[in-house]
């Protein structure tokens, strides 16, 4: 039931900027289905006034029958009270509105602070627009359909208008470079704006980079050629005008060059910390025109699967897809993007199999980071398009990201940023050992002193502090509720960021003993980034940890398959052998228990696993000696394990302990 005073702040908030994300007092809830989610959306955004419940019905049930449709309206009305408690809905007659002092939506938040429009409500306003409204929410309906497409078109505009005014404040107050940054995130939503690409302009100019300046400018003439058959309008002529004058004093005449629509093409990507990365459309080489259906259903799946990945910058599919047929190189086109990377790929059909080809390259070195092959079966085509899509773009972002931390460590210690300090903290988070995680901890602190708002980063220490204590690391006391403080911080600031809401999960689940709303957070996560080995991987911990076996192999499996070469595999194999150990299939979590001690053999836990299978196998003489070799490197007690309380249960846990005790660990 809803609670709330006048003092009070609304008990739910409703994220809709971006997917649909409502949370409540005790963090995410989740919605039975789409069309109640969409009816919430709906609600929110033309709160505070009064709908029609026609208009309701029609919304999202037009194609049914009239009594029908007024049924399912009914069943979903009373579904949202039991939910959001019975203040949330104001019923007058045939008039249902949404009450703003039960839920608070940002969409009008982010309208309110459009209106004011200072720079600190414009800055705040461009940071709340995630992405398109209720991107999430598919609703095969014709009223739904027309009303969604028509308010993301005005909340884009919104957002666009919102960051060329902050660029202009930006501009006025000496800010070039922030102006820069800021005009280069409204040209990503849309690079047809043409006030977007003018502030890019004079930002450039304003750091010294006239030339530069100019350049773009050519880009901008081509861009609108090509897409609208156009030429740029009167203020954007004027201004590349003045730069032209601007650049010819500047520069002495022997080495001035002139301008022409012939100069080389110059990147209208952001040029941020993040790494960034073209998908070409992938190649038909089984000579049969009617696969070539397929190769760009996976190059965009691919690409949306990739763009969940929210440490990557992924060009869009509109922009990939135009340059097919210009005649470029892969390196002229990742020099379009100004991207680091590039993904290419072929796909050939023999007989009732395909062979998907696929390689991602460096484009500063040329140097191929990454390259593989799937043989898969020609049964149900989507079914086989969503398997190597989610298999590729799983695969690619831990290859991007192992890619970036060597760069990262290779850069002077005197020239690293909170971004470089990330991601050499990474390479130890990774590393599954006490020492390393000790190192990835101080790191992650360097980093944040330079950034404390970087959602990765907060999560990553958070789930750093979580992971010491079993790595036998030494943490200071409160490290398990700064932990859990820091991963809450993280979802707070980006409740679409699949990775932070894993970390929140387990940091939940474990630490704080909160078990289902830990399980809530880390389905979250498998349901932003369904390709995230992560968040299946620590979904199935905490399945493997609270009691759930079966599943629990499933997903740590499912983790296994998408990432075959992560770092955490010693993690998830652990999950599986303690799986395995409690459904009584002792000689499986023996297999699985060497395997994770052979990828990791610091890997305490995965010791202890494989002496408890070892002994409820039978092979009591086994399992002494891998006590013998654990204790050597690190002693641990019955006590301890009882206190890590690795199984929930308590048959299990004891069933666990006295394993141990047979194996020789001692009281």
């Not at 892969?330 to 395909?354: C, D, E, P, T």
Request: glycine content about 8%; overall charge negative.
């Amino acid at each position: 039931m809803a609670r709330t005073t006048s003092a009070s702040r609304p008990e739910f908030s409703l994220s809709l900027l971006g997917r649909c994300i409502l949370t409540g007092p005790d963090g995410a809830v989740s919605l039975p289905n789409k069309k109640l989610a969409g009816m919430l959306a709906f609600l929110a955004c033309t709160a505070p006034d009064p709908q029609p419940r026609e208009k309701l019905s029609t919304l999202l049930w037009g194609s049914h029958f009239d009594a029908q449709a007024k049924q399912n309206l009914r069943q979903a009305l009373f579904k949202l009270r039991q939910i959001l408690g019975p203040d949330a809905l104001k019923s007058e007659g045939e008039f249902v509105s949404l009450n703003a002092a039960v839920i608070a939506c940002d969409v009008s938040q982010f309208e309110r602070l459009v209106r004011e429009g200072g720079r600190g409500a414009l800055s705040a306003a461009a940071d709340l627009y995630r992405g398109r409204l209720a991107d999430d929410i598919s609703i095969g309906e014709e009223g739904w359909s027309e009303w969604i497409a028509g308010e993301r078109e005005r909340l884009s505009e919104l957002a666009l208008g919102a960051m060329v005014a902050l660029g202009e404040h930006e501009l006025s107050e000496g800010h070039a470079d922030q102006a820069l940054r800021t005009g280069q995130r409204a040209n990503a939503l849309n690079d047809l704006r043409e006030d977007s690409h003018r502030l890019i302009m004079r930002a450039l100019s304003a750091t010294g980079r006239n030339a530069e300046a100019l350049k773009y400018y050519l880009d901008v003439v081509a861009l609108l050629k090509r897409e609208l058959s156009t030429e740029p309008d009167l203020a954007t002529k004027t201004l590349a005008s003045e730069l032209r004058r601007t650049h010819t004093q500047d520069v002495p005449p022997a080495s001035a060059e002139v301008m022409s629509e012939a100069s080389p093409p110059l990147a209208l990507m952001m040029r941020g910390e993040k790494p960034s990365l073209v998908v070409l459309p992938f190649r038909n080489m089984s000579g049969e025109p009617e696969q070539d259906y397929f190769a760009d259903g996976v190059t965009e799946d691919i690409i949306t699967a990739l763009s969940r990945f929210r440490e990557l910058v992924v060009i869009a599919r509109g922009s990939s897809f135009a340059l097919r047929d210009k005649g470029m190189t892969s390196g002229q086109i990742a020099q379009h993007f100004g991207v680091q990377y590039v993904l290419s790929g072929r796909i050939r059909k023999a007989g009732n199999r395909i062979r998907v080809s696929a390689e991602l390259t460096h484009t500063g070195s040329e140097a191929q980071v990454w390259s593989d092959r799937y043989d898969r079966p020609l049964t149900d085509i989507f079914d086989l398009q969503d398997d190597v899509s989610s298999s590729v773009a799983a695969v690619v972002d831990p290859a991007v990201r192992g890619a970036e931390i060597e760069r990262a460590r290779r850069k002077p210690l005197t020239d690293l940023s909170a971004y470089d300090l990330y991601l050499r903290a990474l390479h130890h988070l990774w590393g599954g050992t006490r020492d390393d995680v000790t190192k990835a901890i101080d790191l992650l602190r360097q980093s944040l002193r330079l950034d404390q708002a970087r959602t990765p980063t907060l999560a990553a220490l958070a789930w750093g502090l979580v992971m010491a204590p079993p790595l036998g690391a030494h943490t200071p006391p409160g490290a398990t509720t700064e932990a859990l403080g820091l991963a809450r911080r993280a979802v707070e600031q980006d409740g679409t960021d699949a990775f932070a809401h894993a970390v929140y999960g387990f940091t939940l689940f474990g630490p704080a003993g909160d078990n289902d709303q830990g399980r809530v957070h880390a389905s979250e996560a498998v349901s932003l980034n369904p390709s995230s080995a992560f968040a299946w991987g620590v979904l199935g911990m905490i399945d493997s940890m609270g009691g759930d076996y079966e599943n629990a192999v499933v997903c740590l499996h499912r983790s296994l398959v998408l990432s075959p070469y992560d770092s955490m595999l010693h993690l998830w194999m652990t999950g599986l052998t303690a799986s395995y150990f409690a459904l009584g299939r002792h000689e499986d979590g023996i297999a699985w228990a060497r395997k994770s001690v052979r990828h990791n053999p610091g890997n305490g836990t995965g010791h202890r696993m494989l002496a408890a299978n070892l002994v409820a196998a039978g092979r009591l003489e086994e399992a002494r000696e891998v006590t013998q070799r654990r204790d050597a490197a690190q002693k641990t007690t019955i006590r301890d394990l009882r206190a890590m309380r690795f199984f929930k249960q308590n048959d299990v846990l004891e069933r666990y302990l006295s394993a141990q005790q047979a194996a020789g660990v001692a009281d």
